[in-house]
């Protein structure tokens, strides 16, 4: 089992830049899939970006892609997103989630835990 932290959220006008990070629990980090998600208000929860548990792959939604960038830290436990060029449909609460297994996936219904989530606020 893991449980997980996000921290970095915050208020930004459009075009910065803030960095989440989620911090997990546990000795087998490694052994788990990771994704980003997010819900803005009155909207269902959609997939961001997700990385496999060695880092080599990852995988973004066209709405981020090539303005977010997710890594990960096996040594410090430790799944980040970087997000540049923010815009205001960008506002969201963000979501860290895990996935016992190798490859990360775009469904929410694949990861068995989930963090707490931290409010990304881009104002225009």
């Known amino acids: 089992q893991v449980q997980l932290v996000e921290s970095g959220g915050g208020l930004v006008q459009a075009g910065g830049s803030l960095r989440l990070s989620c911090a997990a629990s546990?000795?087998?980090?490694?052994?788990?899939?990771m994704g980003w998600f997010r819900q803005a208000p009155g909207k269902e929860r959609e997939f961001v970006t997700g990385?496999?548990?060695?880092?080599?792959?990852?995988g973004y939604a066209d709405s981020v892609k090539g303005r977010f960038t997710i890594s990960r830290d096996n040594a410090k436990n430790t799944v980040y997103l970087q997000m540049n060029s923010l815009k205001p449909e960008d506002t969201a609460v963000y979501y860290c989630?895990?996935?016992?297994?190798?490859?990360?996936?775009?469904?929410?219904?694949?990861?068995?835990?989930w963090g707490q989530g931290t409010q990304v606020t881009v104002s225009s």
């Open positions: 990385i496999t548990w060695s880092g080599g792959s990852t």
């Open positions: 989630a895990a996935r016992l297994g190798a490859a990360w996936r775009s469904s929410s219904y694949d990861y068995a835990y």
């Open positions: 546990g000795r087998t980090f490694d052994y788990y899939a």
